[in-house]
């Protein structure tokens, strides 16, 4: 419970049909909302505490309210309905409400809070011309790749990867995806809409109209997000969909005519097949992303490649010697704080991850003897 919630401008309405996602149990329950937090396409996301009673509260949750009867609700609802991972944010209740304003149905989804997006904490070092630690580089683009190891593993598509759809905790390194209203199952042989994805992290199969992709779309988001990371800002900026291709072939070069071929037989669109720069790709990769070391760059080279199949895997990537710095020591330092704190368990694997990661776990997981003790790091 908050002692503070009662002092604080807000709506609040009944709401008869509150699912819990944990016990499946439905109630009548008070929301009370305090703080409008994101708005978009879908609709509105605000801080809300709920009460059975008015004596005990719960939340804060993020509640998102999206139009009902809707095959776009309905999906993120399933997909939220099944996931538990640590890295994928976590639905506790949901329910329908009239709206009184236009008495249209809503859905509602009660989800964890975290405090921040990465967007947020990237932008708060880059308004600072600052650097984001690499150490946080590495600690975030971890938990993305293990949230997408699970994710995938049930077909599940993100489909619209990026810095604000990725809840932090920048004071204990927690993370979270967020935001499964564009997510989809894949089914093979089954085609999907290209059109998906924020232009800036949109893979260059989307871009030029390939309709049976993989859930290897989310992994482009995540090499994206890392550059972004790691540059302060989004990594490939093109004002409209086919400059966005444009864009990635001044880093990666031009692609690939097979490429095009088998992403889209009928794309006719630019093919920027001259060279926009000098130098080979790691020239300009390590120009580009210089402050990530050998390995960033190795990783960003693996990840950021236009044909899919050749994108590392979410468990490759968890393997990937980037993050043998989370494998060795345990603590890093929050953002403003001097002393060190202790990273979350990135290596808490269910076995469920084992089935997928196997002879990968050993790789990924540290070796006791590797790990410095506190007085080592000078704690």
Not at 137 to 158: P, W
Not at 254 to 282: M, T, V
Request: charged share 25%.
């Amino acid at each position: 419970m908050s002692s503070g919630i009662s002092h604080t401008k807000y709506d609040e309405f009944i709401a008869d049909d509150v699912t819990s996602n944990r016990s499946n149990s439905t109630r009548r329950m008070l929301i009370k909302e305090f703080r409008k937090i994101g708005h978009g396409a879908f609709g509105t996301v605000v801080q809300a505490y709920i009460t059975p009673d008015r004596e005990k509260w719960y939340g804060p949750f993020a509640i998102k309210r999206v139009p009902a009867h809707t095959e776009y609700k309905s999906r993120e609802l399933q997909i939220l309905r099944v996931t538990d991972h640590p890295n994928v944010v976590k639905l506790e209740y949901f329910f329908t409400y009239i709206s009184p304003q236009d008495g249209k149905v809503y859905q509602h989804l009660a989800m964890e809070c975290l405090p921040e997006t990465l967007q947020i904490e990237i932008g708060r070092y880059a308004s600072n011309k600052l650097e984001l630690p690499l150490k946080h580089v590495k600690l975030y683009s971890y938990q993305i790749a293990r949230g997408m190891l699970y994710l995938h593993a049930f077909g599940i598509c993100h489909r619209d990867i990026k810095p604000s759809n990725v809840l932090v905790n920048p004071s204990t390194g927690d993370l979270k995806i967020c935001d499964f209203g564009s997510a989809k199952k894949l089914e093979q042989n089954q085609p999907s809409i290209s059109y998906i994805c924020s232009r800036f992290y949109r893979a260059p199969e989307l871009i030029i109209g390939c309709t049976q992709y993989t859930t290897q779309i989310d992994i482009w988001g995540l090499g994206c997000v890392i550059g972004e990371m790691l540059i302060g800002k989004a990594v490939f900026q093109g004002h409209e969909p086919l400059l966005q291709l444009r864009e990635i072939a001044k880093l990666l070069g031009p692609p690939d005519k097979k490429f095009i071929f088998f992403s889209n037989p009928a794309y006719d669109g630019p093919l920027f097949s001259k060279p926009l720069f000098s130098g080979s790709p790691q020239w300009r990769f390590e120009k580009h992303f210089g402050h990530a070391g050998p390995e960033g760059i190795d990783l960003l080279m693996k990840v950021l490649v236009y044909e899919p199949q050749f994108r590392l895997s979410p468990r490759r990537i968890l393997a990937h010697p980037f993050f043998d710095d989370l494998r060795r020591e345990e603590y890093f330092f929050p953002r403003g704080q001097t002393q060190p704190v202790r990273l979350p368990n990135l290596f808490d694997f269910n076995d469920l991850e084992l089935q997928i990661l196997r002879e990968f776990a050993d790789k990924i997981r540290p070796k006791t003897d590797d790990i410095p003790s506190v007085t080592e790091i000078g704690v």
